[in-house]
């Protein structure tokens, strides 16, 4: 377990930039030490903040796109091109502007695909193929992630995992079914906490004083079952991303006052 690490910058905007900036850096250290990288996406108003802002820095040609691995934290059980799914959000902001291998981009599977209406079932593939690009030295049945992305929601929920239903307390499987969500839709498929640990590096987005309280839960030693996203951490380093008013009910000495 990592300590969580804080950056605060001044705005959404500024935030998504540097975010996007740290990931192309990752990427290209990744690909320049293994070949690959591998890094889950997430959705949401920062999500695609960042990736918006990843399509539009310069320096994201230095990115080898065909040697990198998309997967994802959660997605909406929605049928394939829904603009609610994240996928569907993710090629919009970023990925249909870049040369990708499509065998590399790991996207959740949709309700009207294979698995209907059996989102149960649609989790146990996704888990599958998590666990077919697992190599020995995962140690597990996940790939260790370069960076693992997650928003937090205003309720502290991380992925599809929210405060108090069964998907946060799940101890063994790396992804499963979500009914009965409290933000719609209400049928979702999500990793898991111990899938999301998995990750060398996890980075928790948060922008917005409607995130404000959620980070300060989060932060001040919170249980997981009641705040999903303080059981969110990677092996070598948990980063939470802020703006200022997302931060602005945690203590200055949570984070340097270098943050900008």
Same mark, same amino acid.
């Given at each position: 377990?990592?300590?969580?690490?804080?950056?605060?910058?001044?705005?959404?905007?500024?935030?998504?930039?540097?975010?996007?900036?740290?990931?192309?850096?990752?990427?290209?250290?990744?690909?320049?030490?293994?070949?690959?990288?591998?890094?889950? /996406?997430?959705?949401? =108003?920062?999500?695609?903040? /960042?990736?918006?802002?990843?399509?539009?820095?310069?320096?994201?040609?230095?990115?080898?796109?065909?040697?990198?691995?998309?997967?994802?934290?959660?997605?909406?059980?929605? !049928?394939?091109?829904?603009?609610?799914?994240?996928?569907?959000?993710?090629?919009?902001?970023? %990925?249909?502007?870049?040369? %990708?291998? $499509?065998?590399?981009?790991?996207?959740?599977? #949709?309700?009207?695909?294979?698995?209907?209406?059996?989102?149960?079932?649609?989790?146990?593939?996704?888990?599958?193929?998590?666990?077919? #690009?697992?190599?020995?030295?995962?140690?597990?049945?996940?790939?260790?992630?370069?960076? /693992?992305?997650?928003?937090?929601? $205003?309720?502290?929920?991380?992925?599809?995992?929210?405060?108090?239903?069964?998907?946060?307390?799940?101890?063994?499987?790396?992804?499963?079914?979500?009914?009965?969500?409290?933000? $719609?839709?209400?049928?979702?498929?999500? %990793?898991?906490? !111990?899938?999301?640990?998995?990750? =060398?590096?996890?980075?928790?987005?948060?922008?917005?004083?409607?995130?404000?309280?959620?980070?300060?839960?989060?932060?001040?030693?919170?249980?997981?079952?009641?705040?999903?996203?303080?059981? #969110?951490?990677?092996?070598? =380093?948990? %980063?939470?991303?802020?703006?200022?008013?997302?931060?602005?009910? /945690?203590?200055?000495?949570?984070?340097?006052?270098?943050?900008?």
């Amino acid at each position: 377990m990592s300590t969580p690490q804080l950056v605060v910058h001044h705005d959404k905007e500024l935030m998504a930039q540097a975010a996007a900036a740290r990931l192309i850096t990752k990427i290209v250290d990744a690909q320049a030490s293994r070949g690959t990288a591998s890094v889950v /996406l997430t959705g949401g =108003r920062n999500g695609n903040g /960042l990736l918006a802002a990843l399509a539009a820095a310069p320096a994201r040609d230095a990115v080898d796109w065909g040697r990198l691995d998309l997967w994802w934290g959660d997605e909406r059980y929605l !049928p394939e091109g829904d603009p609610e799914r994240n996928v569907t959000q993710a090629r919009e902001a970023l %990925l249909d502007s870049v040369p %990708l291998d $499509p065998e590399r981009v790991h996207a959740m599977p #949709a309700s009207d695909g294979p698995y209907g209406a059996d989102v149960e079932a649609a989790a146990e593939a996704y888990a599958a193929e998590l666990a077919k #690009a697992a190599g020995p030295e995962n140690h597990g049945s996940v790939p260790t992630f370069d960076v /693992l992305m997650l928003g937090v929601g $205003p309720d502290t929920h991380v992925a599809s995992l929210f405060p108090e239903l069964p998907a946060v307390r799940e101890t063994e499987r790396t992804v499963v079914g979500v009914h009965g969500a409290p933000k $719609p839709p209400p049928t979702r498929i999500s %990793l898991t906490l !111990p899938a999301i640990r998995a990750a =060398r590096e996890v980075w928790l987005l948060a922008a917005g004083d409607d995130k404000a309280e959620a980070a300060a839960i989060a932060l001040s030693g919170a249980g997981e079952i009641q705040a999903p996203a303080a059981g #969110a951490y990677g092996r070598s =380093r948990t %980063l939470w991303l802020l703006d200022s008013a997302a931060a602005s009910q /945690l203590p200055r000495s949570l984070y340097p006052p270098a943050s900008a």
